[in-house]
C-alpha cells in the first residue's frame, strides 16, 4: 500500500463513525474526500420547530468549582399536537448525534408524523460540542481548540445533558407525569438505547434505529461492516461487485503511469489531478455511504439521491453502453452519489466543507467510541485489510495527543452477553436494524424479552423507520412502522394503567 496520505483534522466523521482507510496502513486518515459534498442542500428555514436554548451545566460529574460552568445547549421543540400537562400526555425527545440538529429533524419524520396521533409534544436537542450548542461561549475555535477543552464532549455527559433538559422542561410545563419516550438513529439511536438503561424513571421507554451499540471489539467482528456493503453491491449483480473490487488495483496501477494522472482527471471529472490514495477514498466513500442510505423513496440524507441508490450505481456500471471501459462505469457510479442533482461542474477532491457539523466526532472516536469496522476480507468489495487497534492508538495520540480508553463503553454501557445481561433487566426498547445498512452488523437482531423488541427489515437502510414517511414506502417500511407504533402503545397504556394506581 502507498505511504498515508497526510492527516488533517474534520476528516474522519460522522455518524459513520466510519472512519477506517482501507487502502492506508494508518486507519482514521480520511482524505477530504470523505467529508460530505458540500452540494447538500442547507438547512430548511421553515423547519416546523421553536427553537429554544437551555443553560447547561458543563460538566455533570465534577464539583470543582470551575466545571460549574454553562454554556448554551439548543433544542427544537413543536407544541402543536401536544394533548397537555393535564393529560398527561406524552413527551417525544430526538437524542441528538454528532451532527446539527436541524439536519437530524429534517431527517427524522417519525416523531412529528405520529405526534398527532399519540397527541405527543415532540423535542429534538442537539449534542453538546454539535451545530449552535458549543460550550465556551459558543466558540467553536476555542471549544475545538484542545483536548482540555474537547475533554467535556463524552456520550455520558451528552446523556446527562439530556436528563437535565428534559427534567427541567418537564417542571416548567408542569408535566412531571407526562411519560417520555426517546428516539435516535445511528449514534444518536445508541443514546436512546443507553438513555432509557440508565435514565429510566426519565424515560419509558426508547426507539433505538440503527444503533450499533455492538459494534465493539471481541463482540461484533471488524468484518461485518464491510461483508454487509459488499453483499449490498453483489445482490444487485455480480459485474457490479467485480468491477468495483477491480479498480482500486486499476486505479493504482493507472496513476503511476506518466498519463495516468491525467487520464484518471479526465476520466472522472476531477478539478484537478489527485493522488490515487485521494481517488480511492472518494470511491470508496460514495459505496459505503451509498449503502448506508439505500433508501426506498429519493432522499438528501448525506447527499441527494435516487430511490434505491445502489441499484442505480449498479445499473451504471452494468450498463452496455460504457463498453469496457471501467472508468466510464465507475464514473457513473460515483455521478449517482456524488452529482445526482446535476449541478456539479467538476468534483474537488479537496473539499473538506462539513455542512453538517459532523467534524468533533474524530474526538469521540479517539477516545471512548471505539467502533471497528475497517476490516475486510479476501470476498470484500475492497481490498483485504486488518483492523488494528493500534493504528487507532496511534492516530489518537499523534493528531490530539489523547489515547483512546479501549474497553469503556462495554465497561460503562455493557455489550457483552446483551441477551443474557438484559433480559432481566432492561425493558421497553426496540433495536430497528435494516439488514441492508453496514452497521446493522453492530446492532441488536435479536428478541430479547417481550419488551425489548428486535425488529429487523431485510430490505431497510440507516434508520429508514425514522424518516418522514413516503406515498411510495414499500409495504415492508409501512409494517416497520405499525408495528413500532403498536409496541409504544402498548407501553403507554401499561404506563397509565400505573399512574392510575399508584
Ligand atoms: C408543528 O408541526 C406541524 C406539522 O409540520 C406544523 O404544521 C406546525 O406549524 C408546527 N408547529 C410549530 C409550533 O412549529
Ligand atoms: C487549550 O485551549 C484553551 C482555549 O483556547 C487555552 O486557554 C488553554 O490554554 C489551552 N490549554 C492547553 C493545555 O494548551
Ligand atoms: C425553564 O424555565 C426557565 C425560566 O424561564 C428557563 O430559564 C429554562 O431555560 C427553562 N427550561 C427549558 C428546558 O427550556
Ligand atoms: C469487451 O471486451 C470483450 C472481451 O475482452 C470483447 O469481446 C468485446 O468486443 C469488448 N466490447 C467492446 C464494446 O469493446
Ligand atoms: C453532473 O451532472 C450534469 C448533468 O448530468 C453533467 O452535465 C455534469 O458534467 C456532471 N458533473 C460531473 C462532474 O460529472
Ligand atoms: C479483545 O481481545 C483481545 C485478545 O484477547 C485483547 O487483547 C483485547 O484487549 C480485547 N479488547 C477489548 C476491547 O476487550
Ligand atoms: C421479535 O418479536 C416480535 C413480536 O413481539 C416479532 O414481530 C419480531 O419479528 C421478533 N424479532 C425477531 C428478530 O425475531
Known amino acids: 500500500m502507498a505511504a498515508a496520505p497526510s492527516i488533517s483534522l474534520s476528516i474522519f466523521l460522522f455518524l459513520s463513525l466510519h472512519f477506517t482507510s482501507s487502502f492506508s496502513k494508518i486507519p482514521l486518515s480520511f482524505p477530504s474526500s470523505l467529508l460530505l459534498r458540500p452540494q447538500s442542500s442547507p438547512i430548511d428555514p421553515l423547519l416546523p420547530y421553536q427553537t429554544s436554548f437551555f443553560t447547561q451545566i458543563l460538566d455533570h460529574f465534577n464539583f470543582n468549582p470551575q466545571s460549574y460552568q454553562s454554556f448554551q445547549q439548543r433544542y427544537l421543540i413543536n407544541d ?8 398527561n400526555s406524552p413527551i417525544f425527545v430526538y437524542t441528538g448525534n454528532e451532527g446539527n440538529i436541524e439536519w437530524f429533524a429534517q431527517n427524522t419524520g417519525f416523531l412529528l408524523q405520529y405526534a398527532p396521533h399519540f ?47 428534559i427534567t427541567d422542561l418537564k417542571k416548567n410545563l408542569s408535566a412531571v407525569d407526562s411519560p417520555v419516550l426517546v428516539f435516535g438513529g445511528s449514534y444518536g439511536g445508541m443514546l436512546a438505547a443507553w438513555f432509557r438503561l440508565k435514565y429510566p424513571h426519565i424515560a419509558l421507554g426508547a426507539l433505538a434505529s440503527s444503533a450499533p451499540i455492538l459494534q465493539l471489539e471481541n463482540i461484533t467482528s ?46 472522472f471529472k476531477f478539478c484537478k489531478e489527485a493522488e490515487a490514495e485521494s481517488i480511492k477514498n472518494w470511491l470508496s466513500t460514495a459505496i459505503i455511504y451509498t449503502a448506508m442510505t439505500d433508501y426506498p423513496t429519493p432522499s438528501n440524507f448525506l447527499n441527494p439521491l435516487p430511490a434505491y441508490p445502489v441499484k442505480q450505481m449498479c445499473k451504471a456500471i452494468d450498463d452496455p453502453r460504457s463498453g469496457n471501459d471501467s472508468f466510464t462505469k465507475l464514473y457513473g457510479a460515483a455521478n449517482i452519489y456524488y452529482n445526482f442533482t446535476g449541478t456539479v461542474t467538476c468534483f474537488d477532491l479537496d473539499d473538506d466543507s462539513d ?45 490530539f495527543d489523547v489515547e483512546p ?6 465497561t460503562h454501557f455493557g455489550g457483552h452477553n446483551i441477551e443474557r445481561v438484559l433480559k432481566r433487566f432492561g425493558s421497553n426498547i426496540i433495536f430497528f436494524n435494516g439488514l441492508r445498512d453496514p452497521w446493522s452488523g453492530g446492532g441488536v437482531l435479536k428478541n430479547i424479552s417481550s419488551t425489548i423488541i428486535a425488529i429487523v427489515a431485510k430490505e431497510g437502510a440507516h434508520h429508514v423507520d425514522l424518516r418522514f414517511s413516503n406515498p411510495d414506502d414499500p409495504k415492508w417500511l409501512k409494517d416497520v412502522r405499525k408495528q413500532e407504533v403498536n409496541i409504544i402503545e402498548d407501553w403507554l397504556s401499561q404506563y397509565y394503567l400505573d399512574l392510575a394506581q399508584y
Open 80 to 87: 402543536t399536537y401536544w394533548g397537555g400537562a393535564a393529560h
Open 222 to 267: 471488524p468484518y461485518a461492516f464491510n461483508n454487509i456493503v459488499t453483499q449490498d453491491f453483489k445482490s444487485e449483480s455480480q459485474n457490479c461487485y467485480s468491477v468495483i473490487k477491480e479498480s482500486w488495483h486499476l486505479i493504482d496501477i493507472t496513476s503511476t503511469h506518466p498519463q495516468g494522472p491525467q487520464l484518471l482527471r479526465k476520466s
Open 355 to 399: 455542512p453538517h457539523d459532523l467534524g468533533d466526532w474524530s474526538w469521540q472516536a479517539c477516545t471512548e467510541m471505539i467502533l471497528p469496522t475497517g476490516g475486510n476480507t479476501k470476498e470484500s468489495i475492497f481490498p483485504a485489510s486488518t483492523w488494528h487497534f493500534a493504528d487507532r492508538f496511534q492516530f489518537c495520540k499523534t493528531f
Open 119 to 165: 397527541r405527543a409534544l415532540v423535542v429534538f436537542i442537539e449534542h453538546r460540542f454539535y451545530g449552535k450548542s458549543i460550550p465556551f461561549g459558543g466558540d467553536e475555535d476555542v471549544a475545538n481548540s484542545n483536548s482540555s477543552m474537547l475533554g467535556y464532549l463524552s456520550s455520558t455527559q451528552a446523556l446527562a445533558d439530556y436528563a437535565t433538559l
Open 405 to 410: 480508553r479501549r474497553i469503556w463503553i462495554p
